[in-house]
Nanobody, 123 residues
C-alpha cells in the first residue's frame, strides 16, 4: 500500500507560478513511477505528466509542455510539480498517482491515488 498526500494548491492569477508537492508513505517509493493528473469540473480526469522510477525520464501532456516540470526526490519520498505561466484552463483538481511496473499516461495503470489539491487560475 502507498499513501499519497498532495499539497500546494491554491488560487493564483494567470501568468503566475505554483508548486505542488506529493508526499508518499508506505512501500518503497523508488519502485513506483509517479504521475500527475487533473480533473476540471464536468470533464474527465486527464494526464498531465509522469516521471520514471529513477527520475531519469519524464513525459508531458502537450497542453503543459514547456510550462510544467515534474521532479522527484527518492530520499524524501516526494514528487513535485512546478507550474509556470499558469492559464485559466489549468484550473482543476490535481492528483498525484503511483504506478508499479508502468510509466506513462494511462491513468488506468496507476495503482494508488492521492485525494487531490485544487488549483484555480483566475484571468
Amino acid at each position: 500500500q502507498v499513501q499519497l498526500v498532495e499539497s500546494g494548491g491554491g488560487l493564483v492569477q494567470a501568468g503566475d507560478s505554483l508548486r505542488l508537492s506529493c508526499a508518499a508513505s508506505g512501500r518503497t517509493f523508488s519502485n513506483y513511477a509517479m504521475g500527475w493528473f487533473r480533473q476540471a469540473p464536468g470533464k474527465e480526469r486527464e494526464f498531465v505528466t509522469a516521471i520514471s522510477w529513477s527520475g531519469g525520464s519524464t513525459v508531458y501532456a502537450d497542453s503543459v509542455k514547456g510550462r510544467f516540470t515534474i521532479s522527484r526526490d527518492n530520499a524524501k519520498n516526494t514528487v513535485d510539480l512546478q507550474m509556470n505561466s499558469l492559464k485559466p484552463e489549468d484550473t482543476a483538481v490535481y492528483y498525484c498517482a503511483a504506478a508499479r511496473g508502468y510509466y506513462g499516461s494511462n491513468l488506468m495503470r496507476y495503482n494508488y491515488w492521492g485525494q487531490g489539491t485544487q488549483v484555480t487560475v483566475s484571468s
